[in-house]
């Protein structure tokens, strides 16, 4: 891989306004040209991405400059999640989707209150963030407490209230109370610090009558917000779909007008090439779930097949009763591991392929301007630690990348920052006040499991 010259937003920006330039052992962009400079240097103003480029062609600027070595890259995206089911992690292990749901998760989400899901929050915003992931799309319940707690950790969100009928949570918990207080979120808390995005979350057509459909898609369209659901996960709930809305999800979708807006479908394990490509005819971004599909033996979403029809991909790591953590640099491993394995050929998912998935893919199918190291866009970015045997050797930057998928992890991730806000150093994240959530969602949790 060849070097280029640096790319910059302009001399005036640096000119006039306060540069915190980070200068690495190599920068990885994630740019469209795959760019990657060594040494690189990362020039952050008010919280974007003023210059990236090769050390040797920083202009010079009145920069308050850092050498921290290491490697540069934008944090992940973590296109699909539960985040506050860290308070009912491991639970209904070895259960298939149905009965997991039935038996061992909807009775413990009826008891949960908003300070439960505040703290499970708290506590999954700082092991994404000390895993390097600076964005999360999260789907869940009370998420009032959700966004107070996204927003307390510093964590970037897409913020999509769960819409549907909770089993035995009682009359405040219909899929129409559900629908305004999502709409009553996103009029308040849209846009909220520049971090914070509040879409709409119908947990998915086997949850939800059709007229529920239709009435998300009716406030989306409304509000023009992203509409974020559960898809075609098992081959079982295709009989429940069917019985539902006499026709199987990605149709119901369609037919209610879901498909009209702008749709993040999380897992889509179970779709025909025609339902592939009514998805790409509407532009369906999907959210690829390795590990929570394997764990609860769901299957494998051909996320080849959704590449080569121009589909948007990212990769998320479900709640962590299903997974069992928020670490998806597990799922960058994954995805291209059972991509390969599935279908017996070691080119079926590329490495780089397999980094755009968890970066750049994921803020592309959740619409945000993260995920990348360009001028202009959002600062969000991590530090890998490269003095360890998992880069030994690494003879050029294409084989970098290649360590950095194969034999990486998440232990190597030193330090996390959110907008140039810097949330995570030497390993700890800073924000988030993670011995006091641990012992909080520790306590909760026995009372959740009605022990
Ligand atoms: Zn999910």
Redesign the pocket.
Known sequence: MTQTAGQGSGSDVRATAFVARYVGDVVVTMDEDRRVYQPGVLDVVDGRVAWVGAATDAPAAAAVERRIGGLLMPGLVNA???SPMTLLRGAGDGLPLARWLSEAIWPREARLTPDDVWWGTQLGCAELLRAGVTTTCE?YLHSRAVADAVLAAGIRCVLTPGVFDLPGAGPDSTWQRCLEDAAQLHRELDGRDGRLVVGLGPHSAYTLPSEGLTAVAEVAAQLDALVHV?LA?TSAEDDVVRARHGCGAPEALARTGILDCRVLA??AVWVTDDELDLFARHGVAI?H?PQ?NAKLGSGIARVPAMLARGLRVGI?T??PA?NDNLDLWEELRLAPLLARAAACDASALGTVDALRLATSGGAAALGLDCGSLVPGRVADFVRVELEDAAFVPARSHAELLTLLVWAASSRLVTDVWVAGRQLVSDGVCRSVDEARARREVAVRSQRLAGG
């Open positions: 699909h999640g539960h789907l559960h996960e999380a897992h959210a779930c929570s998320g479900d709640g299903s």
